[in-house]
């Protein structure tokens, strides 16, 4: 598996948080998806919220594996008279990275245009901070192009180009969050095909976890898993976060919002892997779909699989494909040592 391919078809797919499908811009993330699950098993379905699905394996249990396929992005909420859009956030774009940028907007067309603002030299020293609504987006157009365009609600992408690849094996790009993760996904299916394992083993690419938790909630709830494991990112070490997570670990949660026996089982996968790890101790919500997958139906065990992610809700999220790749093998090695003793293995009462 070509996984900068495969990353490079992830995040130039539009797909933000409500509009994954994209329906009449071309494949939209939640197709490319499916077209990506269907290389390792014919067993792929959507469901009616536009979660993605993909089932391998058989028996019992059944293991969910979820990675929003949703993105940050914006929407336009007015046309000036001059033919400029204003914009709103759709899930957490950061507007300090906004100025100068370039975006596409989706509306009868997909449009190529950039992010202006006030020039710095006619700013006073109250106004260095950007906000949303200071800023528009110029496509170039008069305004009775634009209206006859564009209209409101229409959605708002970082321009989706290919992902940079850095030294030592780092790739930048927008949409890493979460669609690394899903690429991860893919590499364990890749393994998977070389490997025993005695479960049924249903990946999906929930939709709309950067704003409702919408996907992990139907997704679970449909799939009614025996068990589940979450794959989202986590803040990577910089030199202006330099409490994050090095680069070359994957970090495993535990906490309320983690089952402790799953949590036990990820670690003991990651050991016998060798597979660089820290733990990460969140006695709260973990802001993954973990939190809706947890409390599914009667409940579901589960647990986070996280690697770090530098510069994230930007267009320059920077990840480690080797590090991406340990979530894959992980993953791999936790689902081949689920075995009959499964039930007591979750149970609590010991």
């Not at 709103?88 to 997909?110: F, I, N, Q």
Request: net charge negative; with cysteine.
């Amino acid at each position: 598996m070509d996984i900068i391919k495969v990353l490079t078809r992830l995040v130039t797919a539009p797909g933000v948080t409500g509009f994954e499908d994209d329906a009449g811009h071309g494949d939209g993330a939640s197709a490319v998806v499916a077209d990506l699950f269907r290389q390792y098993t014919q067993e792929v379905w959507q469901d009616v919220n536009g979660n993605v699905f993909a089932k391998v394996g058989s028996g019992e249990p059944t293991l969910l594996v979820m990675a929003h396929v949703d993105e940050i992005g914006m929407a336009v909420n007015g046309i000036e008279d001059n033919g400029m859009l204003r914009m709103v956030s759709v899930a957490g774009v950061d507007p300090r990275v906004l100025p100068g940028s370039e975006v596409r907007v989706y509306g009868k067309e997909a449009l190529r245009g950039i992010v202006g603002a006030v020039p710095p030299h006619l700013l006073t020293s109250n106004e260095e901070a950007y906000k949303m609504e200071d800023l528009t987006i110029d496509l170039g157009l008069p305004v009775e192009k634009v209206r006859e365009l564009v209209g409101i609600g229409d959605r708002i992408t970082f321009l989706p180009d290919e992902p940079l690849e850095l030294k030592n094996g780092f790739v930048s790009s927008k949409t890493m969050d979460d669609r690394a993760l899903i690429a991860a996904e893919l590499y364990c299916l890749e393994l998977l095909k070389k490997r025993r394992y005695d479960c049924t083993v249903v990946m999906c690419a929930s939709v709309n976890e950067e704003k409702t938790g919408l996907g992990a909630a139907t997704g679970a709830y449909s799939v009614e898993p025996d068990m589940a494991v979450v794959m989202d990112v986590t803040h990577g070490k910089s030199a202006c976060l330099p409490q994050g997570l090095p680069m070359d670990k994957v970090e495993l949660t535990c906490g309320p919002n983690i089952h402790p026996k799953v949590f036990g089982m990820l670690k003991s996968a990651a050991a016998a892997a060798s597979i660089p790890f820290e733990v990460n101790a969140c006695m709260g919500r973990t802001g993954t779909d973990a939190t809706d997958v947890q409390v599914s139906r009667g409940g579901v065990p589960t647990g986070l699989i996280s690697p770090p992610l530098r510069y994230m809700h930007t267009n320059v999220e920077t990840i480690s494909i080797d590090t991406l790749k340990n979530c894959g093998k992980l993953l791999a090695e936790f689902i081949t040592a689920i075995d009959a003793d499964w039930r007591d293995s979750l149970c609590l009462d010991d």
